[in-house]
């Protein structure tokens, strides 16, 4: 896998050319690509999102795009990887694809101490607001109650796969405004907490970040 370093560049810029690189590639015949960028501000929705999970937008740009998922946020201080991975290379399907790049998202994080969490339903990251370096395992939640009560995400996941091929990817969220993320519903979810490393105590650079999440994302999908 080829690792490009982007920059900071707009979204719809590097939507395009994801999309423009997937359409073009040949069965085997092009070896894959993970893409790392940092984005100005804007929110995109999902293919499915709902208009209504998108509170007070403001002077933010609000685009569409066709991954799956609600609705979320991209902004500097928010480290985004984008694999551009061939699925029949890695003999996998997308449930085992999805899983891989939570655990690379698992492994930057342990890195930092931080210990990272899946949601049942609700791909992503997230970590105990109140203890987000214990090592506890996450109780499943008794029926009829909050999944999030007590979690902060702090990686959103959200793909796209045609022709067998993955495009669209993962945010890590490194030291951000994170005001853009109570005028929307993130993720479609109301009330979700979203956090970065920074607030959690947690002071590295966007570029160290970025480094890590690409070596863990390199490994488990290779």
């Known amino acids: 896998m080829q690792t490009r370093w982007l920059g900071r560049r707009p979204h719809a810029e590097v939507d395009a050319a994801m999309r423009a690189f997937t359409a073009a590639r040949r069965a085997g015949d092009d070896d894959d690509e993970l893409w790392i960028v940092e984005h100005d501000p804007v929110y995109t929705l999902g293919v499915g999102g709902r208009d209504a999970h998108v509170l ?4 933010i740009p609000v685009v569409r795009t066709d991954r799956g998922g609600q609705v979320t946020y991209h902004g500097p201080g928010q480290v985004v990887a984008y694999p551009l991975v061939d699925l029949r290379r890695l003999g996998i399907f997308v449930k085992e694809y999805v899983f891989r790049v939570e655990q690379a ?3 930057a994080l342990a890195g930092w101490g931080v210990t990272g969490h899946r949601v049942r339903s609700a791909p992503g990251i997230y970590v105990r607001l ?4 214990g090592h506890a395992m996450l ?8 999944p999030f009560a007590g979690l902060g995400k ?3 996941l959200g793909i796209k796969v045609g ?5 669209h990817g993962v945010a890590l969220n490194v030291a951000m ?9 993130p993720c479609g979810y109301r009330g979700l907490r979203t ?3 920074r607030s959690l105590g947690v002071d590295v650079r966007w570029d160290e970040a970025a480094q890590a999440l690409a070596a863990a994302l390199a490994r488990r999908l290779a």
């Open 195 to 197: 956090v970065d490393l």
């Open 154 to 156: 702090i990686a959103a």
């Open 105 to 107: 998202v698992l492994d």
């Open 139 to 146: 109780a499943p939640p008794p029926p009829g109650t909050d």
């Open 130 to 133: 109140d203890d987000p370096f």
């Open 163 to 167: 022709n067998h091929c993955t495009y």
């Open 177 to 185: 405004d994170l005001g853009p993320f109570d005028r929307i519903d």
């Open 56 to 59: 007070a937008p403001g002077d």
